[in-house]
């Protein structure tokens, strides 16, 4: 089954500083998704990236989507100790929503 | 608008035991699944319902089985608890199949 791969695992940054983080898959997808996790808490929705869109902001936020080498990117600009989080992948095809394992950020204060 | 429910918190069960983890989402949406996130597993996806009267396996479905009561509830059941089925239990829903979903704030699950 097709699952989104996050890379680096874990990241720790001082506040201010922008934070990557990339995915990769392995099948075509319609569309591939981020979601952040707070400890102890459920999985929030970050942004939607369709297959057929390169770049995608909101906010503090910018996804890039490359799929001829099936990867994505997640940057978060100017991080706050409130970014501290877990932030997962999710590539959706053949009707499932595969998620990666996920990659814990950690914004020094 | 509560968004999506899940009862209880934390459950600790033994082995044999049977329960049902309840979920409910207020946001007149028509897809709703159910997860279990292990530690460096991410989420697996147990069972689905694409819409009120349709449920569908996922990648773990043994052990397991679910009910879409309605179209804002849909239950996860346990008929006989495994130490192996000891995890965190995530219940969410989107408007459509696959679009962003709204997670509940989980059911951390310990099988004795």
């Known amino acids: 089954s097709q699952q989104g791969e996050e890379d680096p695992q874990a990241l720790s940054i001082q506040e201010g500083e922008n934070a990557t983080m990339n995915c990769s898959y392995k099948t075509s997808i319609n569309n591939l998704q981020w979601y952040r996790q707070n400890s102890g808490r459920g999985l929030v929705h970050l942004i939607l990236?369709?297959?057929?869109?390169r770049e995608k902001h909101s906010g503090r936020l910018r996804v890039t989507l490359d799929t001829s080498k099936k990867s994505s990117s997640l940057l978060i600009t100017a991080s706050r100790a409130a970014d501290t989080a877990s932030y997962f992948c999710a590539t959706e095809g053949n009707n499932r929503l595969a998620f990666g394992k996920g990659n814990q950020v950690v914004v020094i204060p | 608008n509560a968004g999506v429910t899940q009862t209880p918190k934390f459950q600790v069960l033994k082995t044999g035991q049977s329960m049902t983890l309840q979920c409910a989402q207020d946001m007149n949406h028509n897809s709703m699944y159910w997860y279990r996130q292990d530690p460096g597993m991410g989420l697996r996806l147990i069972y689905y319902s694409a819409s009120e009267g349709t449920t569908d396996k996922g990648e773990v479905p043994n052990g397991y089985n679910v009910s879409r009561l309605n179209k804002r509830e849909f239950s996860l059941r346990l008929e006989s608890a495994a130490p192996s089925q000891t995890s965190v239990y995530f219940c969410?829903?989107?408007?459509?199949?696959?679009?962003?979903?709204?997670f509940g704030p989980g059911t951390r699950l310990t099988v004795l």
């Open positions: 990236i369709r297959s057929n869109e």
């Open positions: 969410a829903s989107s408007l459509a199949d696959y679009n962003e979903q709204f």
